[in-house]
């Protein structure tokens, strides 16, 4: 698989050393991506609700229909054309390890206002469960998805904030992301997603 | 000696007006009482065919109010399965004029009826939009919360309308007998289960229809002062009848009923105008050609048809969806056969076509066929030993585009 895009395609050389994905290189592929909170939160619940979940969105719809909403953006995301096209060209292993929820930094920004109403709503339990089973859906039959760790979530709808402090972005430089970044999470995360991920790749996984 | 036939044009005649002339060529056919501007409030309801004419203002310009609505980068399908984008709420079909009357008086006091809550193999559904929700709901108290919801969208919607566009479908009705209550589908068609200590056939009469439809436009005034109106008839036949008369006879009373109501109605009250699509369907000199083969179904060219003589007095606005507008001059097909019937390519949502499966085959599941299902496949993940395996790993974070048809993403 290759990029139609030659920044991309860079990306791809600084990433994994060629330009392409090399379907017979790898016996197993691991996509990061789909962005949870902004799908889940910024597009959907801003504006419709369900009965179980409870969000602040105004209009009122079924659960299936939030389910399809969220689904939909899943595959519409990078990472779920990526899985689809991976799908399509082999038989091996596929996992996806979800764009962390963001951290309760986000109560900072504009943007925080959706998440906060999220959290103090009556149900927000059901939120990284909801946003975890839209995932298995979307890509089922396709990838294995990998959950949050239980213990990086707090209020069921944020990761701890312990985890998005002094994180650094790992482009050609290193750069330190602001104090402010909810989005970037740290060292510690990536160690706990590595741990988790490789407790996963040890055990048959059910889809 | 001169009689006031004498200097009427042609139109007026049967011969000039209908007999010699081709279906599609009506001239000088409807004149509107009133004009509607492209940036009047539109809210449509009604039948089955009502959905056409909300489809084609809203393709040629027309402002149509929209109270409940999914995002637009949703599929079409889904929300259609689901009442969203068929009228400007999802109340579904409205057939009579007793379920619209209904439906304002519930919206203004924001009345919920726990026995409106119909159940299906244990999932519940909103008897008075049964059709909105394909699967049901996951409780009684889940559809009394939507329920109001709706109403208060509807309620919100009607004051704030311009134009209301009502096709009046049917006479026949399923009631609740000790309420009164009055749904759009027989109790256990679609869910529920039939009880006839409960419920009963209802079949209204002229002075019923004229009466609910008085009181209706009364209660949107009320709401809304200079509200217009504009009603049409469907010619969309029953599909069954609950009378004892053939359903040729009982689609001709029901017809003929709401067709004499929208004319009292029009020549009553200056802010309501009759357009005469049931005319141009159901005209002799039409030999059923518009018709789909089911003699029932109306076929796109039909809806084409009533639209081009709708958009004569009210133009189309140039925008960019022009499949409508555009739609190619339409005249005698050569060697006057009939013109094949052409799938619509909006396909109405119609639950009284859910009857036919009862003539049909007793053991088919009516409900399945408006459910979707989804079947998700399994795929076994061998176990990978970590020490061998080669994993590659990708950030699918930045504006990626694969060679395959690729779209653009939020990713």
Aim: charged residues 20%; glycine residues 6%.
């Amino acid at each position: 698989l290759t990029s139609d895009e030659p920044k991309t395609r860079k990306s791809l050389r600084f990433t994994g050393g060629t330009p392409f994905i090399s379907l017979d290189a790898y016996d197993v592929f691991c996509v990061v991506g789909c962005r949870t909170s902004v799908n889940a939160a910024n597009l959907i619940a801003q504006d419709y609700s369900s009965v179980r979940l409870g969000l602040p969105g105004g209009q009122l719809v079924s659960q299936e229909l939030m389910d399809i909403l969220l689904i939909d953006r899943f595959r519409k995301t990078i990472a779920g054309t990526l899985i689809d096209l991976l799908a399509q060209s082999t038989d091996k292993p596929i996992y996806l390890i979800p764009d962390p929820l963001w951290s309760t930094k986000v109560f900072e920004e504009p943007r925080g206002v959706i998440m906060g109403a999220i959290a103090k709503s009556t149900h927000a339990a059901d939120y990284a469960d909801w946003v975890y089973r839209c995932l298995q859906s979307a890509f089922a039959g396709k990838a294995t998805v990998m959950r949050q760790p239980a213990d990086t979530i707090e209020n069921n709808v944020f990761t701890a904030q312990t985890y998005s402090q002094n994180s650094i972005g790992l482009g050609r430089r290193v750069v330190e992301h602001p104090e402010t970044d909810f989005v970037h999470m740290n060292g510690a995360y990536g160690a706990r997603i590595l741990e988790e991920f490789f407790a996963t790749v040890d055990k048959p996984a059910a889809l | 000696m001169s009689t006031p036939y004498s200097s009427l044009p042609p139109r007026n005649y049967w011969r000039s007006g209908v007999a010699e002339v081709h279906a599609t060529q009506l001239a000088d056919f409807y004149k509107k009482k009133f004009p509607i501007a492209f940036d009047d409030k539109i809210v449509t309801a009604g039948s089955c065919f009502a959905q056409h004419v909300a489809n084609n203002l809203k393709k040629n310009g027309y402002n149509i109010l929209v109270a409940e609505n999914l995002p637009q980068w949703l599929d079409e399908d889904v929300a259609k399965q689901h009442g969203y984008g068929i009228y400007s709420a999802r109340y579904g079909n409205i057939y009579t004029a007793r379920q619209l009357l209904q439906l304002l008086r519930d919206s203004r006091t924001g009345t919920v009826r726990p026995e409106d809550v119909w159940e299906k193999n244990g999932r519940f559904y909103d008897a008075l939009r049964p059709s909105v929700e394909p699967i049901g709901l996951e409780s009684a108290d889940e559809v009394l919360a939507h329920r109001k919801n709706h109403l208060e969208k509807v309620a919100q919607m009607f004051a704030d309308v311009d134009v209301f566009v009502f096709t009046l479908g049917l006479t026949e009705a399923w009631q609740r007998l000790d309420s009164g209550t009055i749904y759009p589908t027989c109790p256990g068609v679609i869910a529920g289960r039939f009880d006839p200590d409960v419920f009963g056939f209802v079949n209204f009469n002229v002075f019923d229809v004229y009466n609910d439809m008085v009181e209706a436009r009364k209660l949107l005034l009320e709401i809304k002062p200079g509200l217009r109106f504009i009603l049409t008839v469907s010619p969309v036949p029953l599909t069954a009848t609950a009378s004892d008369d053939h359903v040729l006879v009982a689609t001709t009373r029901s017809k003929s009923i709401l067709r004499s109501v929208c004319a009292m109605l029009a020549d009553e009250f200056d802010d309501v105008d009759y357009f005469p699509s049931y005319e141009i369907i159901t005209a002799p000199n039409a030999r059923s050609f518009f018709y789909d083969t089911n003699l029932r179904s109306v076929t796109s060219f039909g809806v084409e048809t009533v639209m081009r003589a709708f958009f004569s007095e009210h133009p189309a606005k140039a925008v960019t969806d022009t499949s409508a507008a555009t739609a190619p001059a339409l005249g005698p097909r050569r060697g006057g056969g009939r013109r094949p019937p052409v799938a619509s390519k909006d396909d109405v949502v119609c639950e009284e076509a859910l009857l036919e499966a009862f003539g049909q085959l007793a053991s088919v599941s009516v409900l399945s066929a408006i459910r979707t299902s989804r079947q998700f496949g399994l795929r076994w993940i061998p176990k990978s030993s970590r020490a061998t395996a080669r994993i590659s790993v990708f950030l699918a974070r930045s504006a990626i585009f694969f060679r395959q048809p690729s779209f653009a993403t939020d990713g």
